[in-house]
Each structure stands twice: as C-alpha cells, then as structure tokens.
C-alpha cells in the first residue's frame, strides 16, 4: 500500500474496512470495473459505492468480499482482513511466497514419505 496514503487504524463497520481496500487499490471505478467489467467504469463506480451504503438494498457477496481480501493482501492492504477478524475473534496473517513454498514442499517430502512406506508394506503384504 502507498506509504502517503494512511489508512485509519480501526473500522466502524465492514463497510468502512471495504472501503479502505478499495481506496487502496485505486478507487471506486477502478475497483468497480474489475468487479464488474461488462459495465462502464462510472456504473460499476455507483454500484459498488450504493453496495457499502448501508442503508441501500445493494450488497456486495461473500466472493466479491473475498475478492477485495484477496486484491488486498496483493498491495499490503489488510484493512478487511484485520476488521473481520477482530468481530470474529481470529488474527489473520499475510502468507509470504517463501513461506508457502517451504512448507508445501515440506508437505510434498512428508507425503513422499509416507507413499513409500505405504508401498514397502503392500509388498509385505503381497508376497
């Protein structure tokens, strides 16, 4: 996320947090355009602005929330993520790249492992 742009540190609803990520990712006709491309960046703009209105019948779904976290954690934006932990009673943290690889490959070892020991006892078994 931009260094000059600070976001607030507490959110009053998740409306709020949404925002916050959406500023982030470059206001709302850039993310009302890749949310819903078939309309014209100025529709998708209201759309998406009438659906953090909380008193508009508009609302986003979980997979376009889902795809706020995730465009979110892209850019170092975590302000969706923290406020639905926070009403959730969890603490979400980013996943490094390299900490993923390391420990699917720990994973993929351990699996390998595993496989192998399974095979040597169908051999026993087998004859």
């Known amino acids: 996320m931009d260094d000059l742009v600070q ?3 507490f959110h009053e609803d998740v409306f709020e947090a949404a925002r ?16 819903w ?3 014209s ?22 997979e376009q929330l889902l795809f706020l ?3 979110g954690q892209k850019i170092g934006c975590h302000a969706l993520a923290d406020y639905i932990g926070q009403c959730a009673g969890y ?16 994973q993929v070892i351990d699996a390998a492992h595993r496989f192998s020991a399974m095979i040597k006892r169908l051999e026993q078994l087998a004859g």
């Open 7 to 9: 976001a607030p540190l």
């Open 20 to 35: 916050t990520v959406i500023m982030a990712l470059g206001g709302s006709k850039k993310v009302g355009s890749m949310l």
């Open 37 to 39: 491309p078939e309309k």
């Open 41 to 62: 960046p100025q529709h998708g703009s209201e759309l998406l602005n009438n659906c953090l209105n909380t008193v508009r019948p508009e609302k986003l779904d979980p």
């Open 69 to 71: 976290l995730v465009e």
């Open 91 to 106: 603490k979400f943290m980013p996943i490094e790249p390299e900490d993923e690889k390391a420990e699917l490959q720990k």
